[in-house]
């Protein structure tokens, strides 16, 4: 899709790695102007010379903290100073803690839901006025945990389904103000996060992290574990007019591993 979103404005919350990154990415290719927001600078300096790298405009890069009201805030002060306009916004922020139930602290919890749940919404919120300005698009990653829970996971379970209902409310809003709210949740992709969560749950289960990977793939009878180019495929057309009539709609990439049926 080259130009295909040429002078559009793309706000990537968690646009320094994996998912996030790649969406950049390919949003840059497309030609748009992309604005890639994380809490690390050094990951958002190596991500923003692979995305400049891609062709289009050069992304700007954001390092603030979207767990605070503040931190969200400053992303849409620093879009307006320099844009004055957004037409699509993508949550892609957001890591929650696995292990043992019982082990798990409220630290934890509260930590999982202040970005990845309270972040997504406040981007929301505050991002609105210039997307329904543009008429644009919301695109939330979430995950499969949202629909298919596990013991392990409990903390990014239940976060995963609060944003998945979320998602779905905005987008009865959406269909008055002419904002496209969709979602998607990717299962098992090859990330650094996908690496990290490997770590938690080798550590909770004592199983090995090649066994778990594996188990990945085997025990849903998936071809590959899936890559970040999947999800960012769809994010790309959930974007553009000729999916102007997807609205509220959440759809799985994990190569079929989610079993029940919707």
Request: positive net charge; hydrophobic residues 40%.
């Amino acid at each position: 899709m080259p130009g295909e979103f040429q002078g559009k404005v793309v706000v990537i919350t968690g646009g320094s790695r994996g998912i996030g990154r790649e969406i950049a990415v390919d949003f840059a290719k497309a030609g748009a102007q992309t604005v890639i927001v994380s809490s690390s600078e050094t990951n958002l300096a190596a991500a923003s010379k692979t995305v400049a790298a891609a062709g289009g405009p050069a992304p700007v890069a954001i390092a603030v903290n979207l767990k605070t009201l503040d931190g969200c805030q400053q992303v849409l002060k620093h879009v307006e100073d320099k844009f004055k306009r957004c037409d699509i916004l993508v949550n892609s922020a957001g890591a929650t803690k696995a292990g043992t139930f019982v082990d798990l602290p409220d630290d934890a919890w509260m930590d999982g839901y202040a970005l990845k749940f309270f972040g997504c919404v406040r981007m929301c919120r505050l991002f609105w006025p210039l997307l329904k300005t543009a008429q644009g698009h919301v695109v939330n990653i979430i995950g499969g945990a949202a629909r298919t829970p596990g013991a392990d996971f409990t903390i990014g379970g239940s976060v995963n389904a609060a944003m998945g209902n979320f998602s779905k409310s905005l987008s009865q809003l959406g269909k008055r103000d002419g904002v496209n709210v969709n979602a998607i949740h990717p299962g098992a992709t090859d990330t650094e996060r996908f690496g990290e969560l490997l770590d938690q749950r080798s550590r909770a289960s004592g199983k090995s992290i090649d066994d778990l990977r594996k188990e990945a793939t085997a025990k849903d009878g998936i071809r590959r574990i899936g890559k970040p180019e999947d999800i960012s495929a769809l994010t790309l057309f959930l974007c553009t007019e000729r999916a102007r009539h997807i609205q509220g709609t959440a759809i799985a990439v994990d190569g079929g591993s989610t079993a029940g049926y919707y």
